[in-house]
């Protein structure tokens, strides 16, 4: 049974169209013209329990809207989103004590007070048993090092601490849903590294489910083993990370030194099949290729159609690379092809 | 002189702008002003209704009484309060301090900027209630009228001066509200905005007698209804008058003291 | 069952949120003092004025100036209460465009709960001690010709009397979910309109009786009551219709908030 289950979820926002000066204000008064912008159509979504899924796409492409429907405080144009088996708008009150949420920009901390008063105030907004409540408050304070500033208020503490902080809050309640959004935005590596361990860890001791947004390729690659990629407000991936990666094994790219002008080699090769000139310069060129469907020698040997290859070399697959040929459309992911 | 009165000017051009701008703290504080006077003008009248002459005064002469009150406790009004305070928590301050203009003198052109957009519409507003409520009692003759405008500036100097003071409290606490509802009540009670300090009884009415908070208001309502004149009027104003230098005197102290905590404690 | 167990968390996560506040307010100690004071100062030049007015009438529409000082009391005390325990409604507008409410929507709790006691407000304590002192004093000035059912109305209106002040306050603040500016402007505004509740509505014209009582019922807070107590007029019983006034304005303005809250939700902020 699905722990997260959205069905055909959509999203259309009404924007208004008014004209500049006075005559506009006057017109959008009286007849307001509306342009409606979907965000998020026709999405459907299934996760399991706990499975650790990469919410990934490119900014404007109705991710944020996703995770907010998701997390029940935007209300769905059209679809239906059950968590645990509850609508999480519908049933707010009741499903927001099985979830838990991390803003990379937000902070869950009453600004005023110590780390620890923030902590036990939250214990008592969920209701957490006192001995639960302690277990997990030790468990957690030493995943992620807190006792340090737990004494400190939040306004002094740094981004790191503040952010290993919300993490505790997020999983203080043992809720069996945790959305992450943006969790490692501006720290540095060592605290990213140690974040991720505790993800890892807590997902696989407690099966806690986590959804996580990132930029951040390392923390995709390194916690989550499942990626869902959105783009223009459909899902336009979603399997396994390896799987797209192993995909995008196929895609090399080589780089040339030539005897000839790389631009000359561009035209003369750009129409050929399976590959295409992603760089070239007056001695060198990039190509990027299918390598199930042409070898290096069969590049090498039609460069020197045209010249001589001096040097070469070939890159490894790039993550992110392969996303961004993802966003552009080229990577095509409905079935085995993986045509560059 | 005239390049320092040029400089000035040009705070009070633009704190006129900048009430403008500041539209809807204006309409509220309008609003508060309307409902203010509209209480008080309800009271007298039922106070009138059953008492007719209240040692010598008439609802006449209560009513426009009670529009000049109103008048005046408009007049340099909380923007200016907030205004020091803001950028204190801003930290604008430093860049006022950085300024070549002497804080104290910017600080009232830019409340008379305030004071002069203001008080353009409190005066149609006022005007408007004097027409409604039928208050007639006016000036005589032009010896009043300039005497009571001389009233009028005593009145301004004294509370931008109580605003000042009470505004450079905020070096010292984050509450300035707390600070601002004191002064207003203390002036307001006092200044007789509320009750003419002549109805006063005896003991309290010695005490107003020599505060500042007179000049806010009793004094230009009282030479406005002619009840002010001649030698009590010159006492009054002697008085009023020194009260400004000492403020102004005291305003200068305080900023002293504040400077030194700012330099000590870095802001 | 469950509505028992709810009330009795939401009833104890109040006063959790309130002494969490306090506390941090005390801590700053001079401005918790000034504010305590300029609280009750306020209000007091307000009793100075009714003095001093009556040491030249007797009274005024046949109210004396103790039955006034009483209705002055009722408006204090519920004016006090609701900066102390409830001043987060105040900062709804903030809490709107600076984001904070998706982290109140996040837990559960009722938003309604969070928003009231996001903040206190220490000037509420001295409104409060003010109104109380008054309010003792016009009750042992006044003559009152107590019945059991009097009594028994004392708690009633006063209980009612800040759940009135509460709801208008609460959904006027409301109005932050269609003014997109960041200010208090209406709510500011309707507060002010409950000067008028500190004299007889019957003082200032129809127009403004029917407002302070029909549309913005300040009246049940302070006149009404009084009019009972004080029998005043025959219709005075009709007081007991304050607690039903109360309960009518908390339902309009948790309906006005939760309108407002699904529009907030639908447009994505």
């Known amino acids: 049974m699905a722990i997260i289950e959205a069905k055909g979820l959509s999203k259309t926002y009404q924007n208004a169209v008014k004209e500049a000066g006075l005559a506009g204000a006057l017109k959008h008064f009286i007849k307001p013209v509306f342009t409606e912008i979907k965000a998020v159509s026709d999405v459907h979504l299934s996760i399991n329990p706990g499975e650790t899924v990469a919410y990934v796409g490119p900014n404007g492409a109705g991710k944020s809207t996703t995770i907010k429907m998701l997390t029940g405080f935007l209300k769905p144009s059209g679809g239906q989103i059950k968590i645990n088996g509850m609508d999480p708008y519908h049933q707010r009150l009741e499903n927001t004590k099985h979830m838990g949420v991390v803003f990379g920009q937000r902070t869950q901390l009453w600004w005023d007070i110590p780390v620890s008063e923030s902590f036990t105030l939250l214990r008592d907004i969920y209701a957490i048993p006192p ?35 919300d993490l505790a809050l997020a999983f203080l309640h043992d809720p069996s849903v945790v959305f992450l959004d943006e969790p490692t935005i501006g720290l540095d590596v060592a605290v990213r590294e140690r974040i991720r361990e505790f993800l890892k860890k807590i997902n696989r001791e407690r099966g806690t489910t986590i959804l996580l947004t990132s930029h951040d390729l390392d923390d995709i690659r390194d916690v989550c083993d499942r990626l869902v990629v959105i783009d223009r407000g459909t899902i336009i991936y979603d399997g396994k990370l390896q799987a797209l990666l192993d995909q995008c094994v196929r895609c090399r790219t080589m780089h040339l030194r030539l005897t000839s002008d790389g631009e000359e080699f561009a035209k003369k090769i750009g129409k050929h099949a399976n590959l295409e000139v992603i760089a070239s310069g007056p001695s ?20 020197n159609t045209t010249g001589e290859v001096i040097d070469f070399r070939i890159d490894e697959p790039d993550i992110e690379r392969v996303i961004k040929n993802v966003y552009e459309g080229k990577l095509d992911i409905s079935g085995n092809r993986g045509h560059v | 002189m005239r390049a320092a009165l040029k400089k000035y000017w040009r705070h009070t051009a633009l704190a006129m702008q900048e009430t403008l701008a500041y539209r809807v703290t204006y309409i509220v504080n309008v609003f508060s002003m309307v409902v203010t006077y509209t209480v008080i003008f309800f009271v007298w009248s039922a106070v009138y209704a059953g008492n007719p002459d209240l040692d010598g005064y008439q609802w006449q002469e209560m009513k426009s009484y009670l529009i000049v009150s109103l008048f005046l406790s408009s007049l340099v009004s909380m923007s200016s309060e907030f ?54 009692v006016i000036p005589q003759n032009a010896l009043t009228w300039l005497l009571f405008i001389v009233s009028v500036l005593f009145s301004m100097a004294t509370k931008f001066l109580m605003v000042y003071v009470f505004g450079l409290v905020s070096f010292w606490t984050t509450s300035l509200m707390g600070i601002s509802w004191l002064r207003r009540g203390l002036t307001d009670f006092f200044s007789g905005a509320l009750i003419p300090l002549a109805l006063f009884p005896s003991t309290l009415r010695t005490i107003t007698d020599w505060l500042p908070f007179k000049a806010i208001v009793w004094i230009p309502a009282s030479v406005f209804t002619g009840r002010l004149y001649g030698r009590a009027l010159t006492r009054d104003f002697a008085v009023a008058f020194i009260w400004i230098v000492v403020l102004w005197f005291l305003g200068r102290l305080v900023w002293k003291a504040a400077m030194r905590k700012v330099t000590i404690q870095g802001g | 069952m469950h509505f028992i167990t709810q009330t009795r968390r939401s009833l104890f996560l109040f006063f959790r949120f309130l002494a969490q506040n306090t506390k941090i307010k005390l801590e700053y100690k001079a401005d918790s003092i000034i504010l305590f004071f300029s609280g009750a100062a306020l209000q007091g030049i307000g009793f100075l004025f009714l003095s001093v007015l009556f040491t030249r009438i007797p009274s005024i529409q046949g109210w004396t100036k103790w039955e006034i000082i009483f209705m002055l009391s009722l408006i204090f005390f519920s004016e006090g209460l609701v900066s102390f325990a409830f001043e987060g ?167 006005i908030f939760y309108f407002g809250l699904s529009r907030y939700e639908s447009t994505g902020n």
Not at chain 1, 151 to 162: D, I
Not at chain 1, 284 to 295: M, N, P
Not at chain 3, 171 to 192: E, H, Y
Request: aromatic letters at 12%; charged letters at 15%; hydrophobic letters at 55%.
């Open chain 1, 131 to 165: 001995k639960r409540y302690k277990e997990n408050l030790a468990w957690l304070s030493e995943m992620l090092g807190l006792t340090p500033f737990m004494g400190s208020s939040a306004r002094k503490l740094s981004l790191g601490q503040r952010m290993r902080a």
């Open chain 3, 89 to 255: 409604a105040w900062q709804m507008a903030f809490l709107l465009n600076m984001g904070d409410m998706d982290r109140i929507l996040l837990r559960p709790v009722s938003p309604i709960l969070q928003i009231l006691t996001f903040t206190m407000g220490i000037h509420g304590i001295g409104n409060m001690v003010m109104g109380t002192v008054l309010f003792i004093l016009s009750l042992s000035n006044t003559i009152i010709v107590w019945s059991a059912a009097k009594i028994l109305f004392v708690p009633v209106f006063i209980v009612s009397a800040c759940a009135i002040r509460t709801a208008i306050s609460f959904a006027a603040n409301c109005s932050a979910f269609w003014i997109k500016a960041m200010s208090n402007a209406i709510p500011l505004m309707i507060f002010q309109l409950a000067d008028f509740a500190k004299y007889p509505a019957s003082m200032f014209g129809r127009a403004i009786e029917t407002l302070m009582i029909f549309i913005i019922p300040y009246a049940f807070i302070s006149y009404i009551p009084a009019v009972y107590l004080f029998d005043k007029f025959a219709w005075g019983p009709l007081a007991w219709l304050s607690p039903l006034v109360a309960l009518w304005l908390a339902c309009i303005a948790r309906k």
């Open chain 2, 83 to 136: 205004r020091i305070s803001r950028q204190i928590r801003t930290g604008n301050i430093a860049v006022e301090l950085l300024r070549p203009a002497d804080y104290q003198k910017a600080s009232l052109s830019i409340t008379l900027g305030y004071s002069i957009s203001e008080g353009v519409l409190i005066a149609i507003a006022c005007l408007g209630f004097a027409f409604i409520t039928g208050a007639t």
């Open chain 1, 284 to 303: 060198e060129a990039s190509i990027e290729f299918d390598r199930f469907a042409l070898s290096a020698k069969d590049i090498i040997n039609l460069a």
